[in-house]
């Protein structure tokens, strides 16, 4: 679910960005009372994300908008499936179009590109998960599209879990110190995981009692190597360099997490459209949920 405190003030601020002072097209061409009805609709497939994001665009814009979504969350989408159906105020439909794709768009690209890596790993037993390189100030929409592709979330944030990182090890004097100097302001109730890039880092992180220890940008015959080393002793994160093309060879290395960048900071966006008046997509009349 979307905090909707949250999604409201993302939406005012987009709103303002874009409008300023008024949209000057749209109040010069588009009579006052003349309204529409826009079909919002997919021109790829994929999995649909961000339908009530664009929901909020219009209610927040002019609540005489009526948004009529006609997907949810999470479908399966193919060419020519029609999402959802705004009517009323033609010059509010047009003002608010842009931000509501671009949501739409983003969002879909990002769920689209999860169901496709949560796919790649199916016969193993891994969790694919999502990082902090998301757009700032469109976290929660991001992490959100993650987990209507079948993705799942890593911390949202710096407050909600310790991760050491090769920074934080090297300020601290070595993995034990920094383990021991987390646990102090960490709560009891927070695992502490430890970003190594070797087998010494691994033998390091197990000796400090490390909760969980990331395998940072190891090669596939090392990573071998240090699952062997953990055992059950800690969960095991794959990080660094995972691709579609790679993510099920280091599945197959028996990690239990592979976190991957590129799902926030390099998911393309799918192609999404809206038009006034007759819709130009041959409606279909069924979308799957995915799995």
């Known amino acids: 679910m979307l905090d909707t405190t949250r999604l ?3 939406i ?5 960005e874009d409008i300023g002072t008024g949209d000057i097209t749209t109040l010069s061409v588009v009579p006052s009372g003349h309204r ?3 079909h919002i609709w997919a021109k790829e497939a994929g999995i649909v994300a961000g339908l009530p994001v664009a929901e909020a665009v219009y209610r927040h814009l002019d609540p005489a908008v009526d948004f009529q979504p006609q997907a949810a969350d999470g479908d399966v989408i193919v060419l020519g499936t029609p999402l959802a159906m705004v009517e009323g105020p033609a010059r509010s ?4 179009e842009r931000l509501a794709l671009n949501f739409l768009q983003r969002l ?3 769920a689209t590109l999860a169901s496709r890596l949560v796919e790649a790993v199916k016969p193993y037993r891994v969790r694919v998960v999502d990082t902090r390189k998301t757009t700032p100030g469109l976290r929660l929409l991001e992490k959100y599209a993650v987990r209507m592709g079948g993705g799942h979330n890593h911390r949202f944030g710096l407050y909600d879990a310790v991760l050491l990182k090769d920074n934080h090890v090297q300020v601290a004097g070595g993995v034990a110190r920094a383990v021991t100097l987390a646990r102090q302001l960490a709560p009891h109730t927070m695992k502490v995981e430890v970003e190594v890039e070797d087998l010494a880092g691994v033998k390091e992180a ?4 490390a909760d969980i220890i990331m395998l940072d940008n190891m090669d596939l015959d ?3 190597q240090a699952v062997a080393l953990i055992g059950n002793k800690a969960v095991i994160e794959a ?3 995972i691709s579609l093309d790679r993510i099920q060879a280091v599945a197959a290395t028996g990690v239990h997490v592979i976190s991957v960048g590129a799902l926030t900071h390099s998911a393309p966006a799918l192609d999404i459209s809206l038009d006034l008046g007759k819709p130009k997509y041959r409606p279909k009349n069924k979308v799957n949920r995915a799995d």
């Open 222 to 224: 090392t990573m071998r």
């Open 206 to 209: 197990l000796a400090a009692g």
């Open 8 to 10: 409201d003030e993302i």
């Open 239 to 241: 990080s660094g360099s």
């Open 36 to 38: 529409s009805t826009g």
């Open 93 to 96: 439909i047009l003002t608010g």
């Open 108 to 110: 879909s690209g990002i």
């Open 12 to 16: 005012k601020r987009c709103l303002t």
